[in-house]
Antibody
C-alpha cells in the first residue's frame, strides 16, 4: 500500500523550532518530487515547499523562506521539514505529499497530516 | 505570483444536481491545473490533473475543462459522497485556489 506518515507536530512557542518527518512506503521514494502543504484552521490549502527526487532543487513559498528547510533521505524513504523562527501564523495541519511522475505538478498521494500549533 | 480565484466560495445543491465550479488564474497556466476534493478532517484527494485528465479511480461523473486562465470542474450528477470542499491548484508555480464548499441543500 502506498503510504505517507507524518509525525513531529506539537505545541511550540513563537520563535521556536520543530522538525517534521514523513516516512514513505509502498513506492519508489527516490523517483518522486515531494512536497509539504499546510492548512491553517478553517482555511484553505497552502503549498509550503517541495524538493526534487534527488534533493538537488528546493522551492519555498515566500512566507517561509529563510525559516523553513525541506530535505530528504532517500536511503530512509524519508522527507523532512525543518521549521525555525515559528510564528503564530504558521499554526496549521502540515501534510506531506507525493508529486506524480505523470504530471510532476500534481500531488497524488497525501499523508494524514500532523498538527503544528504556535502559541 | 499567480493568484487562483475560485467561484463560488460555497454552494448548496441536491443529490442528482449538475454542479460546476470555476477557477480563474491571474495569468496563463496552460493546462497545468489540478483539482482536489477534501472532506472534513481528511487529507485532500487528487481528482483531475492537467486540467481534464481523471485520476485513476475517480468516478466519471467528475470532469474538468479549460486552459490558459479559465477552468471548470463539473460534477454531472451529485452524489451524497460528493459533499466536500474542492480546490484548484495551478502547477506552473504551485498555488491553490481558496476552495469551494459544496453543501447539501
Amino acid at each position: 500500500e502506498v503510504q505517507l506518515v507524518e509525525s513531529g507536530g506539537g505545541l511550540v512557542q513563537p520563535g521556536g523550532s520543530l522538525r517534521l518527518p514523513c516516512v514513505a512506503s509502498g513506492f519508489t521514494f527516490s523517483t518522486h518530487w515531494m512536497g509539504w502543504v499546510r492548512q491553517a484552521p478553517g482555511k484553505g490549502l497552502e503549498w509550503v515547499a517541495n524538493i526534487k527526487y534527488d534533493g538537488s532543487d528546493k522551492y519555498y513559498v515566500e512566507s517561509v523562506k529563510g525559516r523553513f528547510t525541506i530535505s530528504r533521505d532517500n536511503a530512509k524513504n524519508s522527507l523532512y521539514l525543518h521549521m525555525n523562527g515559528l510564528r503564530v501564523e504558521d499554526t496549521a495541519v502540515y501534510y506531506c505529499a507525493r508529486q506524480s511522475t505523470v504530471t510532476r505538478s500534481a500531488f497524488d498521494v497525501w499523508g494524514q497530516g500532523t498538527v503544528v500549533t504556535v502559541s | 505570483d499567480i493568484q487562483m480565484t475560485q467561484s463560488p466560495s460555497s454552494l448548496s445543491a441536491s443529490v442528482g444536481d449538475r454542479v460546476t465550479i470555476t477557477c480563474r488564474a491571474s495569468q496563463s497556466v496552460g493546462s497545468y491545473l489540478n483539482w482536489y476534493q477534501q472532506k472534513p478532517g481528511k487529507a485532500p484527494k487528487l481528482l483531475i490533473y492537467a486540467a481534464s485528465t481523471l485520476q485513476s479511480g475517480v468516478p466519471s461523473r467528475f470532469s474538468g475543462g479549460g486552459s490558459g486562465t479559465d477552468f471548470t470542474l463539473t460534477i454531472s450528477s451529485l452524489e451524497a459522497e460528493d459533499f466536500a470542499t474542492y480546490y484548484c491548484q495551478q502547477a506552473y508555480s504551485i498555488s491553490f485556489g481558496g476552495g469551494t464548499k459544496v453543501e447539501i441543500k
